[in-house]
């Protein structure tokens, strides 16, 4: 049984800053994809989509009757996945990186411990092998068209800051250079939407049970469109103030 680790961020998305991360999404989940293009993950986990362990329904139950079926499996573990279900006391609940975002536990090595004494107590032998690539999917060569990327954000910045702009960033917004306030940057922050119809093709893939209650389902429902566009499919991008 393998388990490999995610680094995805608490939101399931991570932003434009992987190397060659321009050829595809602006916003990227990165489990989600990893699992839907090796075709050969037998379960995704991820923040957006909540599971338990125990129980029937269970993720343990699900790895138990796909071990007895196939002999293997392989688990995706997103970043933030199941941090509720750890010790809401562990100092790291608290803490905060140089960037202001939340210290996350280490859910890999929790869940596969977790994993290691569940069948030990139904004495059931697996062996299970933990991954952890944590940021080496950043780490490959830069391609011409990031480093085009990279010096468009560069020199658009320059430029808005010449102009007098203030408290904004520069960015791709269909496909066109823009400037972008912080605060909209911020205010909310980019999650998969499970009801979507990516995250059932990856449910299709995987075949894995989505864990999920009516309950849940219900307030996925009510959330509002993602990417922050309105109900025409328009991104609402406001105006940056100058100073």
Excluded at 14 to 34: E, G
Excluded at 136 to 143: D, E, F, K, L
Excluded at 189 to 216: C, E, Y
Aim: one cysteine or more.
């Amino acid at each position: 049984m393998s388990s490999p680790k995610i680094v995805n961020a608490p939101g399931g998305y991570i932003l434009q800053d992987v190397p060659h991360l321009i050829d595809y999404l602006p916003d990227l989940p990165i489990a989600m994809y990893a699992t839907l293009a090796s075709r050969d993950v037998d379960c995704c986990l991820i923040p957006e989509s909540p599971f338990y362990l125990e129980g029937e329904g269970g993720l343990f139950e699900y790895i138990e009757k796909r071990l007895k079926e196939h002999g293997h499996m392989v688990i995706v573990l997103a970043e933030g996945a199941g941090q509720e279900m750890m010790t809401k006391s562990m100092e790291s609940n608290t803490l905060e990186d140089a960037s202001g975002n939340k210290v996350l536990k280490d859910v890999g090595l929790w869940l596969s411990q977790s994993i290691k004494d569940h069948f030990k107590k139904i004495k059931m032998v697996m062996n299970l092998k933990y991954i952890d690539p944590t940021y080496m999917i950043r780490a490959i060569p830069s391609n011409a068209a990031d480093n085009v990327y990279c010096t468009l954000l560069a020199q658009s910045a320059v430029h808005g800051a010449m102009a007098g702009y203030t408290g904004y960033t520069s960015g791709l917004v269909h496909g066109r250079q823009t400037y972008i306030p912080f605060y909209r940057i911020t205010e909310k922050q980019n999650s998969v939407v499970i009801t979507d119809r990516m995250w059932a093709r990856l449910l299709s893939s995987t075949n894995q049970p989505s864990f999920l209650g009516p309950k849940h389902v219900s307030e996925e429902n009510k959330e509002t469109p993602p990417n922050g566009e309105n109900c025409n499919g328009v991104v609402d991008i406001p105006q940056v103030t100058k100073e």
